[in-house]
């Protein structure tokens, strides 16, 4: 039988059909049936999750992803993953929910950054992500050296991705390169997209994919093995 996948998405909107363009563009297939089967959620009016993590909503979006992934799984979902990097704040409370194979994506990103032979990450993600510590834990966890940028910097990152890209405003390229090469100064050999906003114009931009470490491709490449789906090469 074939396994099928749950997606958490609307987190936001763009960035989730993104990710289901992913899926099926990273598959191996000739005919429809050799592609995957999955379920999605996407409810975009899922509470802000940085907003809540800084202290500046007090909504909180955790039942909402309790609900989805209960939802996903009655439906038929025996793996699942969200598709946002900073609701993996509540990874442990929503996995532990269900009974589905839950896939984390902070751990697949940084294992894909390892498997390619990086040593120093740059992490780029949501001030939601970034006071958490969600992605230097992982790091830790995995013995790989990692870089935060101070607050001026990540000033910058989050009008990129609430500014621009989530606005569904062009993404200003210059500010972006000079965030990147700010990085660099620091001594990273990669830099992990840790927010799927920025997950978005990965492609579209045409990012050099030994450089970057794409954190919605890093979950589609778990997603697919786990389902028994061959990746494309490139990928």
């Known amino acids: ?3 099928v996948l749950g ?8 960035a989730s059909v993104y990710f289901q363009n992913l899926l099926v563009n990273m ?21 802000d999750r940085t907003l809540f993590l800084t202290g500046k909503s007090d909504e909180s979006p955790l039942p909402y992803l309790i609900e989805d992934a209960k939802k996903l799984q ?15 704040y509540f990874f442990d409370e929503v996995a532990s929910s269900v009974d589905a194979h839950f896939v984390n994506m ?9 498997s390619k032979g990086k040593k120093c990450i ?31 910097w990540q000033e910058k990152i989050m009008e990129i991705i609430y500014g621009e890209i989530k606005a569904g405003k062009e993404c200003n390229m210059d500010l972006f390169h000079s965030i990147i090469d700010e990085y660099k100064r620091r001594g990273c050999d ?21 450089f970057f470490i794409d954190s919605s491709t890093a979950l589609a490449k778990k997603c697919l093995e786990l389902c028994g789906k061959e990746i494309k090469e490139g990928y």
């Open 74 to 88: 009655a439906a038929g979902a025996n793996v699942i993953c969200m598709v946002c990097n900073t609701s993996h």
């Open 122 to 152: 740059g992490l780029m993600t949501t001030t939601g992500t970034m006071k958490t510590e969600l992605y230097p834990k992982t790091c830790e966890k995995h013995g790989i050296d990692y870089v935060v940028l101070d607050d001026a």
């Open 7 to 14: 997606i958490i998405g609307g987190l936001g909107p763009a």
């Open 106 to 114: 902070l751990e697949e990103s940084v294992k894909l950054a390892i």
């Open 27 to 47: 598959t191996k297939a000739d005919l429809d049936q050799d592609h995957l089967d999955y379920i999605v959620t996407s409810r975009a009016s899922t509470p």
């Open 190 to 210: 990669c830099v992990l997209l840790g927010c799927t906003e920025l997950s978005t114009i990965y492609i579209d931009k045409g990012f050099d994919k030994d």
């Open 1 to 3: 039988m074939n396994k």
